[in-house]
């Protein structure tokens, strides 16, 4: 798989039926390893590891309903009070960021309320804070540490 700009993480793999899997350690269970796969379970460990986001507080490719259609998001990271912290949309490194993204990550916003976002192809990051009075969103250098 391709390098990342993310740190080196050690990963648990399998092969069976000419396929390999990735172990995803929030959903306990091992994952076919798609492109995509490769930068959410690297998006993954750099919460854990770099940010200091507990386990606990993460999930994982969950169905949302929007606007009456079923979407599925990538990572959230809740607030221990089960509000939405942070929402994390990710792409194969072979998709570029586009305005595209930006509104579909927006789109799920409108269901989740989230206070940050993060969009990564693992090769590029981009985060925002939300501002709901203002109906706006700053670009930050990064996100927050877990506190």
């Not at 750099?46 to 009456?68: A, T």
């Amino acid at each position: 798989m391709q390098k990342l700009n993310f740190p080196e993480y050690q990963f648990r793999f399998k092969s069976s039926e000419n396929k390999v899997s990735i172990f995803d350690r929030i959903r306990k269970k091992f994952v076919v390893l798609t492109p995509e796969e490769w930068v959410r379970q690297h998006t993954i460990q750099y919460l854990i590891d770099e940010k200091k986001y507990p386990e606990s507080l993460i999930n994982v490719e969950k169905l949302i309903k929007l606007n009456g259609l079923t979407k599925r998001y990538d990572i959230i990271i809740f607030n221990p009070n089960g509000s939405i912290y942070l929402i994390v949309e990710c792409k194969s490194a072979s998709i570029k960021i586009t305005q595209n993204v930006f509104d579909q990550i927006a789109r799920y916003n409108l269901a989740l309320d989230a206070e940050y976002l993060m969009i990564t192809n693992g090769l590029d990051h981009y985060y925002c804070q939300m501002n709901y009075v203002d109906e706006q969103y700053t670009f930050l250098k990064d996100i927050p540490k877990y506190k």
